[in-house]
């Protein structure tokens, strides 16, 4: 099998979740899977992935002629499309495979290379992951969402800095929007460590933010310090995770992490850690949709709440 899913880190997680769901019930399929470079090591480090293809996303023409021409290289019993757009319509398009499967709500002209579309829920507030799973019974398959992913990355098994912070609960201020981006997660994690002085708290985010962490004995400043494997390695042997809508929070959700995401503009009904029902999948939702109406209080009410479990 083929998957088509270049980007971006949420929506990867979710494809991965759908292709262990087809691995569960299909244990000696072989799959390929074509993604950006950036996210390259983390399809490569989940075990229901056997090879990956590189999208150059920025090498231009020449380097998307150079992926067809790899994806053609190869002959495919299924091709997966789930991003549905027009690039990613003309890699189904150049692969070699008796049945190419894609979104019925494919935009930009990509539903013309596929044989088959796989419906909408019914529900119009479906999750992500939920319309991802419709992919399951176009393959003759019984819609049934396993949530637990793996990635392993070896060379990091004596890696210092994730050994001192096994166990810690860490902390993800940052999105890739501002709008969805907590003003608060500075006083919050100050009177977090304040309240748990036996735990240990992680800042993780970019250079961007290095200046905004607190600093105390129980917390970790790992702003600009760690690559995104790192931070799935740490995400998997953490405790908890509190942040915005963003990657880490279905990171999180997929290794079994507990896990508590901060949303405004966006709902949690369609992207909060999935599944949503899981009693440590815990998600704080602005009345208003503005992120500055989510109180520290209401956040340490939750991650005490989450520590319980």
């Known amino acids: 099998m083929l998957v088509i899913k270049p980007s971006s880190l ?56 150079r992926l067809l021409k790899k994806i053609r290289s190869q002959k495919y019993d299924t091709v997966l499309d789930l991003q549905g757009l027009a690039r990613s319509g003309l890699m189904a398009s150049a692969a070699r495979a008796e049945q190419k499967i894609g979104r019925f709500d494919a935009r930009e002209g990509a539903g013309l290379f596929y044989h088959k579309k796989v419906p909408l829920p019914v529900a119009k507030d479906s999750h ?28 990091l098994a004596n890696d210092e ?49 290095v200046e905004l962490c607190p600093s105390a004995e129980n917390i970790s400043n790992l702003a600009g310090k760690t690559d995104l494997r790192q931070v799935i390695a740490l995400i998997q042997e953490a405790s908890a995770v509190v942040a915005n809508d963003s990657g880490p929070v279905h990171i999180a959700a997929a290794v079994g992490t507990p896990v508590l995401g901060l949303y405004g503009p966006t709902p949690p009904a369609l992207y909060g850690p999935y599944p949503l029902d899981k009693p440590t999948h815990l998600t704080i939702h602005s009345d208003d949709g503005n992120m500055r109406s989510i109180t520290v209080d209401q956040v340490l009410a939750a991650l005490d709440g989450l520590c319980r479990l």
Not at 172 to 200: C, G, H, L, M, V
């Open 161 to 209: 800095l994730l050994a001192s912070l096994k166990g810690a609960v860490l902390v993800f201020p940052e999105s890739r929007r501002a709008e969805k981006e907590w003003p608060s997660f500075a006083e919050f994690i100050q009177s977090a460590a304040q309240k748990y002085p036996d735990r240990t708290f992680a800042w993780c985010a970019s250079e961007r933010s």
């Open 10 to 65: 949420g929506d990867i997680i979710h494809g991965l979740q759908i292709v262990e769901s087809i691995r569960a019930q299909s244990p000696q399929l072989h799959v390929t899977w074509v993604v950006e470079a950036a996210f390259k090591a983390v399809v490569e480090a989940c075990s229901t992935v056997d090879a990956v293809i590189v999208f150059e996303r920025k090498g231009g023409v020449a380097a998307f002629v």
């Open 128 to 155: 992500a992951v939920e319309i991802l799973a419709k992919f399951l019974p176009a393959l003759g398959l019984k819609e049934e969402v396993v949530s637990s992913l793996r990635f392993d990355f070896p060379d």
